[in-house]
């Protein structure tokens, strides 16, 4: 049974801030099956135009993204460091309506994936920068979601955990819609991704 | 909406602040017992107790109104800091869960609020019942509703203002307006004082406040709303 894709279609989106451009009237359809790879240098509009797919910023133009389970984990991540690992996903979790006995069974592959496992009842504040990005992570693919988008998910990452975030996101883009931001897209070694070059608030 | 408002509560329940409302409740306990002239003997408070009924009930209140007002602040400014605004970006996925997130840090601050309070009066009707003391139940109750509106003041004064400067320490201005106005109130006679009295909810100014009470509610709520109005607009 071929699933129905799932598609992000952007039309004339154009995001203005008080001192520049974020992004200048882009029109895109991103559809599931590929991986999708925003690339360009700092500044070009890649993280402007995920967060105006999140609703995070407001923004002229239009975007139609039908209601499917969304996972994102932000460039800066920033998670109350007071909280312990597992304290802190439950909270995510229950927010994405995570079924308890599956939440479970997520983190826990997830913990394993990431070599975290150890560090469940630790309080935020005392991981490392790599490893919260692993938890910034975690949190987006815990509900398993039908749109992935991770926003620079190789920064802070020790080569290890690299090529294993690489592999699972290229095994996820062949049934979800992927998209990644990074200054890396070489390292994404698959015949299915599609770049986006970015170049000061447009798509070349 | 619930997990949400589960979200906020995690947030806030951590060791400063529990340190910080235990420390102000024990603070509490020990003046309420002080107030009540316990150290001169429960004869000699039952001897004069006509005479210190009315001063145990102001100074009691008084006590409650310090650290009711200085509580709401703490959680308005604990919750209302820049790292939990930064968790926005986890929660929200549309409009709709944005007005969650924004609506359930209101509550989270309101039922916290409320928690210490009904323990707060809760403290003061038991430990009057030890003393010979008569509690009018009636003054009582108006005391209390007016103490609750007054942290509701607060508690929304604190929030607009971290919200507006979104620096921690901007919840210090409703701490300093609170201590002007104690001791304004209670040292002068002003008619200036008494025209403060009117638009800003104090015990002290009860009587002058009392009249315009339909007006407090209706502008914390339009603040309540503008303040909703004002974060959803804003970008994460």
């Known amino acids: 049974m071929i699933s129905k894709p799932i598609n992000i279609t952007i039309n004339d989106l154009s995001k203005t801030y008080q001192q520049s451009k974020g992004i200048v009237s882009v029109s895109k359809v991103f559809e599931s099956g590929k991986l999708h790879i925003f690339s360009g240098e700092n500044g070009s509009g890649k993280s402007t135009l995920i967060k105006c797919m999140m609703n995070l910023v407001h923004y002229q133009g239009h975007i139609e993204k039908r209601r499917y389970r969304i996972g994102y984990a932000p460039e800066h991540y920033n998670m109350p460091g007071h909280m312990t690992v597992n304290e802190f996903l439950r909270a995510i979790g229950r927010i994405k309506h995570l079924y308890q006995p599956f939440y479970h069974v997520e983190l826990k592959t997830y913990l394993e994936m990431f070599d975290l496992s150890h560090k469940i009842n630790e309080p935020i504040k005392y991981l490392s920068n790599g490893m919260k990005q692993k938890i910034n992570l975690i949190q987006a693919l815990l509900n398993q979601p039908k749109i992935i988008i991770l926003d620079e998910p190789l920064v802070g990452l020790d080569v290890e955990s690299q090529k294993k975030l690489i592999k699972r996101v290229i095994d996820l883009s062949k049934h979800c819609l992927v998209i990644i931001s990074t200054h890396y897209p070489e390292k994404f070694k698959t015949k299915r991704k599609e770049i986006h070059h970015f170049y000061q608030g447009k798509i070349l | ?236």
């Not at chain 2, 997130?101 to 030890?130: C, H, K, P």
């Not at chain 2, 607060?154 to 201590?179: A, E």
């Open chain 2, 1 to 236: 909406m619930m997990d949400y408002i589960k979200l906020h509560m995690d947030l806030i329940n951590h060791k400063t602040m529990w340190l910080i409302v235990i420390i102000t409740l024990l603070i509490l306990h020990g003046g309420i017992i002080y107030a009540s002239q316990i150290n001169e003997g429960y004869a000699y408070m039952d001897g004069f107790r006509h005479e210190f009924s009315l001063d145990y009930f102001n100074e009691s209140f008084q006590l409650m109104e310090m650290t009711m007002v200085f509580l709401t602040i703490f959680i308005g400014m604990t919750l209302g800091q820049s790292n939990n605004q930064g968790l926005m970006i986890y929660t929200v996925y549309s409009r709709k869960s944005k007005l969650y997130f924004i609506v359930g840090r209101l509550l989270t601050g309101l039922f916290w609020m409320t928690l210490v309070m009904v323990y707060v009066l809760t403290l003061l009707y038991i430990f009057t019942s030890y003393t010979p003391y008569d509690l009018q139940f009636n003054d009582y109750m108006q005391a209390s509703i007016h103490l609750y509106k007054e942290c509701i003041q607060y508690y929304i004064w604190t929030l607009c203002l971290m919200q507006i400067f979104n620096h921690m320490l901007m919840g210090l201005i409703p701490l300093m307006v609170f201590w002007l106005l104690e001791i304004l109130t209670s040292t002068s006679n002003h008619s200036f004082i008494n025209h403060i009295n009117k638009w800003v909810i104090n015990i002290q100014g009860y009587e002058a406040s009392k009249k315009n009470i339909l007006i407090f509610a209706i502008l914390y709520f339009f603040m309540s709303i503008n303040y909703i109005i004002v974060l959803l607009k804003k970008d994460c």
